[in-house]
């Protein structure tokens, strides 16, 4: 699978030197393989679960070293939502990004009181989630 391109008008910031491990979940294997290739090319690690409570478990094996996760809302066994109310429980400010198919708007309910949790709508470009991750670890 070829990597999208990671040119963007708004390239990284000199000074942001990714690192770290991302925990990408999403029931679409096809999807999770596209956002670890670009995770890894912007310079993060990546695991992947396939659920929230297989995610829940990866949180539990690598605790504190998880830099931010990649959330998809609509999933099987346990959705983003489910899976974001439990994580905020034991990580109440590890940042999160949300992504759906569904508007921010849509999604906004469940981001209103939660300052560690931010939003991108599928389908993105590589740019626009290496922008974002950008975002979401710098504030």
């Not at 925990?23 to 993060?44: C, Y």
């Not at 899976?83 to 906004?108: C, K, N, T």
């Not at 939003?119 to 670890?137: G, N, T």
Request: aromatic share 6%.
């Amino acid at each position: 699978m070829a990597l999208p391109s990671l040119e963007s008008p708004n390239t990284m910031s000199a000074d942001w030197h990714p690192t770290g491990l991302i925990l990408i979940v999403d029931d679409e294997m096809l999807v999770r393989e596209v956002m670890r290739e670009i995770v890894e090319a912007i310079g993060f690690e990546a695991i992947e679960a396939a659920n929230g409570r297989e995610a829940l478990a990866l949180c539990q094996t690598h605790g504190a070293s998880i830099t931010a996760v990649l959330l998809d809302l609509t999933m099987p066994e346990m959705d983003g939502i489910g899976m974001l109310r439990e994580l905020r429980q034991q990580y109440p400010l590890l940042p999160v990004l949300l992504i759906s198919g569904y508007s921010e708007q849509e999604a906004s309910h469940e981001l209103a009181a939660d300052h560690a949790t931010f939003f991108v709508q599928k389908p993105f470009s590589a740019a626009s989630l290496r922008d974002k991750l950008q975002d979401v670890l710098r504030s």
